[in-house]
């Protein structure tokens, strides 16, 4: 069956960084897109970061709010995907999902941002 | 950025009922390539999303056929035939075309 465990999230202070990760299996991880997803607490869905294949040079696309301050990248050996998320700031609060081209989800990580 | 704009907002309906939830777009979804990223996704209490319909109209494996996925270039419908108590939950619509993808505010559908 196909698994996506996101790990790594917490409670951070503003400008503070922090990398949280998923885990994927029972699907084949080096051909899947993969994108994170955030939730607001009571808020709609963001789409925040795309991570191509290898054929596509791992090329990696960012929703305007989180563009250089996070940055997803990819294990392909070990079928995992990462998001360091840098200078955070109080409205990165959110419940962060990783999705394999929205087929997938994970149940999410809840990140904190809080002085 | 791409505009999905969902109505209605909320939606109440009896088991058995069958409704309809709209996606309208700010711009057509028609890729170059000749598909539409167009999805629909439902979302229950305290859950993640899942996948219902993509490519405008195709049904995910697993999900029930009472959902239908409908439209082209820039207006788009879900609609399920006869709701049922677990459709109860929040329905976004998710445009994968234009970068960067947008989802829709969502549609609450609650029991009446």
Same mark, same amino acid.
């Given at each position: 069956?196909?698994?996506?465990?996101?790990s790594?999230?917490g409670?951070v202070?503003?400008k503070?960084?922090?990398?949280?990760?998923c885990?994927?299996?029972?699907?084949?991880?080096?051909?899947?897109?993969?994108?994170?997803?955030?939730?607001?607490?009571? !808020?709609?869905?963001?789409?925040?970061a795309?991570i191509?294949? /290898?054929?596509?040079?791992? @090329?990696? #696309? $960012?929703?305007?709010?989180?563009k250089?301050?996070?940055?997803i990248?990819?294990d392909d050996? !070990?079928?995992?995907?990462?998001?360091?998320?840098?200078n955070? /700031?109080?409205?990165?609060? @959110?419940? #962060? $999902?990783?999705?394999?081209?929205?087929?997938?989800?994970?149940q999410?990580?809840?990140?904190?941002?809080?002085? | 950025d791409?505009?999905?704009t969902?109505?209605?907002p909320?939606?109440?309906?009896?088991i058995?009922?069958?409704?309809?939830?709209?996606?309208?777009?700010?711009?057509?979804?028609?890729?170059?390539?000749?598909?539409?990223?167009l999805?629909?996704?439902l979302?229950?209490?305290?859950?993640?999303p899942?996948?219902?319909?993509?490519?405008v109209?195709?049904?995910?494996?697993?999900?029930?056929?009472?959902?239908s996925?409908?439209?082209?270039?820039t207006?788009?419908?879900?609609?399920?035939?006869?709701?049922?108590?677990?459709?109860?939950?929040?329905?976004?619509?998710?445009?994968?075309?234009?970068?960067?993808y947008?989802f829709?505010?969502?549609?609450?559908?609650?029991?009446?």
């Amino acid at each position: 069956a196909v698994q996506l465990v996101e790990s790594g999230g917490g409670l951070v202070q503003p400008k503070e960084s922090l990398k949280i990760s998923c885990a994927a299996s029972g699907f084949t991880f080096s051909n899947a897109a993969m994108y994170w997803v955030r939730q607001a607490p009571g !808020k709609g869905l963001e789409w925040v970061a795309r991570i191509r294949t /290898k054929p596509n040079n791992y @090329a990696t #696309y $960012y929703a305007d709010s989180v563009k250089g301050r996070f940055t997803i990248s990819r294990d392909d050996s !070990k079928s995992m995907v990462y998001l360091q998320m840098d200078n955070l /700031k109080t409205e990165d609060t @959110a419940m #962060y $999902y990783c999705t394999a081209i929205f087929a997938y989800w994970g149940q999410g990580t809840l990140v904190t941002v809080s002085s | 950025d791409v505009v999905l704009t969902q109505t209605p907002p909320t939606l109440s309906a009896t088991i058995g009922q069958s409704v309809s939830i709209s996606c309208r777009s700010s711009q057509s979804l028609l890729h170059s390539n000749g598909n539409t990223y167009l999805n629909w996704l439902l979302q229950r209490p305290g859950q993640p999303p899942q996948l219902l319909i993509y490519l405008v109209s195709r049904l995910e494996s697993g999900v029930p056929n009472r959902f239908s996925g409908s439209g082209s270039g820039t207006d788009f419908t879900l609609k399920i035939s006869g709701v049922e108590a677990e459709d109860l939950g929040v329905y976004y619509c998710v445009q994968s075309t234009h970068a960067p993808y947008t989802f829709g505010a969502g549609t609450k559908l609650e029991l009446k």
